[in-house]
Each structure stands twice: as structure tokens, then as C-alpha cells.
């Protein structure tokens, strides 16, 4: 549900874009006219906003979200989030011309909820994923992104133009859904065990198994309960087992400096994926298209969101099999391909091939998904060590978030100063700079349990290491009985 309100949020706010500049009168009426082709050309900062306002809030609540989950839990995150998601979505459906803030607003705080959630989500995951399926627990999130971006291009067809705010305070409903079925979720055994609540962690670790709950301690858990059989999470109650201090600015900051290096990773997989602007692009698809001379915007972002779900489900069906480095090398190059189409396609920008713009953007979201669409945060949640898993995702997560809204803001701008064609060339040249970074820093994750990967993380080892990753597998196989 979190993937799922994630993905309506991000794909419901491209097509209803030119609706709301022109209902809020954002840098309208144009010089060129009001139809959807004049919009499109125009810019503005409160039109950038109106788009970028989402990462400003998702930066602080990913920031704020990753320390919650660690010290309040996994759900409470969760529910924090669903309940300024609903808050959120109303704002923006009752944005008026005279009250334009409110749709600003609105949208600073699903940003907030997004960041919140995204965060708190991944961490759980991670924790309750058996090692062989931990790519799919987490790419499964992403799946539920593409479903979301397909509900947005359907709800905004059938709602049209006109009835945009209908279109927007469907995020609530799907927020109120999310909390319900929150109220039957169990908490993640990892995070009860690091807070000392061994026999509830215990309990929640045959429960989410579908064992029968037992009242052992949760370091015993570890080697009873089915879950904990094949499951990371269980080695990291092993490994917690004592419980943790209580959380404190102070200590959270020396947790955070006892595991910098597994950090910088995170981080740094955070800003190669923000260098992508790949966020951006997928806001701004439907005026990408309206520049590009498509007559039927609408239609071609449907096709957009159905290659987003083709995208993921590869990711999804490869991640573990083929490997996180594998996905993110094949994609980031695809991405580059597809950037230099789109140079070649406005290199008249008067009189742009709209078929290869089309095809070339198709690309890119392929590509994308393919790639750091879905892996971005499981990569991150599987680098970091349980001790700072929360905050540790909160810090990359708000870090992507704050460089996609410098994106998100200034794409526009960039078109207009430098050239749509430029543009994309200079992203391109971004995106080939992500592919050498990833070839250099990016271990591969798959298949390894999450202590394993804070001993790989916590020593500078080099990036592959299959035969690692392989005898691993065979180790997990045996031990799940399979």
C-alpha cells in the first residue's frame, strides 16, 4: 500500500499538471495562448512548484521518519505517514485560485508522508525477507509503485481534466485503506528484539512465518521458529539480541559514525539515482510529450506507466537470480541510450521527430525501472546494519529527496536556458558518470545475508564476488530444506 500510494502520487501529479496551471493560474494566461500546447511551454516558478514542492517534504519526513521507525517502530511510522497522506490529498483538492497555497502545501505534505513511508516500509521488509527472497519482499514495493502509477493515468482518464481534484483526493482513500490493514500487521521481530521485547518478537516471528508462536527468547527464535530458518532477519535478532540503549540524539549520531562507511554507500547510491533525474523526467512526461508535438499526451502516459510495470516486473523476476549490479549496469545504460534519442530527437526543437521522442522516453522509463526505481532502496536498507537501518535509510532517502527537488525545480528553467536538446544531453552525460560509479562502488547484495553484507560493507571489498554470492545460496538452500 505504501508502493501503491507512492506510485499515484508520483505519476497523478504529471497528468494533472496543465488542469491545475490552468485552474490555480499558474504563470497563466501564457503568451502564447491557453490551449494545453501554450501550457506546456510556459514557466514559472509556482508551475515547478506545483511539482517539485513533493521532494521538499519528503527530504524532511524521510529524515524524521527513518529516526521514528527506529525508535517508535515500523507500523507507528507507517501509520504517521498514511495520516498525512489524507491530510495531504484533501489540501490539494480544495486548492482554490485565491488559496493556491493550500495545493503547495498539500503537496509539501504527502512529500512528507512519502518520505516517511518509503523509509519505514523498506526497513521492514528487509527484516522479515527470507535471504533468497529478499530482492522480490522489496521489488514487490516497487510493483505496487507501478500499480499505483497505472491507477493515477486510469483515474485521471476517466475523471478528466475538468474533475482533476477528484482525480488527486484519491490519495486519501488509499490512505485510509493502509490503516486498516495496518491494525492487523505484526511488527517486525528484528526491531522488537533490538527494543528488549523478546517475547513479542518471538511471537511476531511465528506469526509472520505462519508457524505457531512461541514463547521463547527471541535469540532462540532464532533457531526454531521456520522464519528465522531462512530468514535475515532472524540472524540479525541473533545478532541483537542484546537490546539497544534508549535512542538518544547522541548515541543515534555515534551509531551513525561507528558504520559510516556501509552509510557513505547508501548515500551514495541515494545521489547516483537522483543524478538520473528520472523522478523528473516522469513528472514532466506528459509537457515532455506536449513539446515533442504528441497529439494524444494522455494516452501515450498510459504507455508509460505500463512500461514502468513491465520494467519492475523484470526487476523483480531478475533481482535475485541475476543480481542488484547486474540490473543496475543494464538499466543506467539503457537510460544513456535513450537520453541521447531524446537529444537527437529536439535537435530541431521548432520541428521535433515526436516518434523517436516517444519511443526514446519509453526507454528511459524502462530502464529506469529496470534499474534504480526499485533497487535504490533495497540496496540501501540491505547496506545498512540493523543498529542504524531506520535512521541510516531516513539520511539516503532524504538525501535522493532533496536532490530530485533541485531537479524537479530547475528542469524548466534548463529548458528554456539551454535547450530541450542540451538538457537531455546533460543528463545523459549524468547518467554515464552513475554507470562508472556503480561499475567501481556497488557490491553485489543478492543471495548474501544481511550480516554478511555488514561484514562486506564494513571492509572495502571489491564490488562482485559470485562465487561468495553462490556458495551463500547453497548454504541458505540447505538450511531452508529446499
Known amino acids: ?179 486498516l490493514g495496518l491494525l492487523v500487521m505484526h511488527e517486525s521481530p528484528t526491531w522488537l528484539a533490538s527494543q528488549g521485547q523478546a517475547e513479542r518478537a518471538s511471537h511476531a516471528a511465528g506469526m509472520i512465518a505462519g508457524a505457531a508462536a512461541t514463547s521463547a527468547p527471541a535469540h532462540i527464535v532464532t533457531a526454531s521458529s521456520s522464519i528465522c530458518s531462512s530468514s535475515d532477519s532472524c540472524e540479525a535478532i541473533a545478532d541483537e539480541a542484546t537490546p539497544l540503549p534508549s535512542r538518544t540524539a547522541v548515541t543515534t549520531w555515534q551509531a551513525l559514525g561507528a558504520h559510516r562507511r556501509p552509510l557513505l554507500l547508501a548515500v551514495g547510491v541515494a545521489i547516483a539515482h537522483a543524478a538520473t533525474a528520472a523522478n ?29 510495470t513491465f520494467g519492475v516486473a523484470i526487476a523483480w523476476a531478475l533481482a535475485d ?80 529527496w532533496a536532490l530530485s527537488f533541485v531537479t524537479g525545480q530547475f528542469l524548466e528553467s534548463a529548458f528554456a536556458a539551454l535547450g530541450i536538446a542540451q538538457t537531455f544531453g546533460l543528463v545523459a552525460l549524468l547518467c554515464l558518470a552513475v554507470w562508472l560509479w556503480t561499475w567501481c562502488y556497488v557490491p553485489e547484495t543478492a543471495n548474501r545475508s544481511l550480516e554478511q553484507i555488514a561484514r562486506t560493507c564494513g571492509r572495502a571489498e571489491t564490488p562482485a564476488a559470485p562465487a561468495a554470492a553462490a556458495t551463500t545460496a547453497t548454504t541458505d538452500t540447505v538450511a531452508d530444506g529446499k
Open 1 to 179: 500500500m505504501t508502493g501503491l500510494l507512492l506510485g499515484y502520487d508520483l505519476c497523478i501529479a504529471g497528468t494533472i499538471l496543465t488542469p491545475v496551471q490552468r485552474t490555480l493560474h499558474l504563470c497563466f494566461p501564457c503568451a502564447n495562448g491557453t490551449s494545453d500546447a501554450a501550457l506546456a511551454t510556459c514557466t514559472c516558478m509556482e508551475k515547478q512548484l506545483a511539482i517539485s514542492a513533493v521532494s521538499v517534504g519528503a527530504m524532511f519526513g524521510a529524515l524524521t521518519g527513518g529516526h521514528a521507525a527506529d525508535v517508535f517502530g515500523r507500523r507507528a511510522a507507517l501509520f504517521a505517514s498514511d495520516i498525512l497522506f489524507a491530510a495531504g490529498g484533501l489540501a490539494m483538492a480544495m486548492a482554490m485560485p485565491h488559496s493556491a497555497w493550500l495545493f503547495f502545501s498539500g503537496r509539501a505534505v504527502v512529500g512528507l508522508a512519502l518520505g516517511i513511508g518509503g523509509s519505514a516500509s523498506s526497513a521492514y521488509l528487509a527484516e522479515i525477507a527470507p535471504t533468497a527472497w529478499r530482492g522480490r519482499f522489496l521489488l514487490a514495493n516497487e510493483l505496487a509503485v507501478c500499480l499505483g502509477c497505472l491507477a493515477a493515468y486510469f483515474v485521471a482518464w476517466l475523471a478528466g481534466d475538468a474533475r482533476w481534484r477528484w482525480s488527486i483526493g484519491v490519495t486519501a482513500l488509499i490512505a485510509v485503506l493502509q490503516m
Open 280 to 308: 523528473t523526467v516522469l513528472y514532466y512526461s506528459r509537457e515532455v510529450l506536449q513539446l515533442a508535438g504528441v497529439s494524444q499526451p494522455l494516452l501515450v502516459s498510459a504507455a508509460v506507466g505500463l512500461t514502468k
Open 321 to 400: 537470480r541475476a543480481g542488484r549490479r547486474m540490473l543496475l549496469l543494464t538499466g543506467t545504460a539503457m537510460m544513456v541510450m535513450a537520453l541521447v534519442a531524446m537529444v537527437v530527437a529536439f535537435l530541431d526543437a521548432t520541428r521535433p521527430t515526436s516518434g523517436l521522442a516517444v519511443a526514446a522516453l519509453l526507454t528511459f522509463i524502462l530502464g529506469w525501472d529496470v534499474s534504480w526505481a526499485g533497487l535504490m532502496l533495497t540496496l540501501i536498507a540491505e547496506v545498512l546494519p540493523q543498529r542504524v537501518r531506520g535512521v541510516g535509510t531516513g539520511l539516503a532517502y532524504a538525501t535522493f
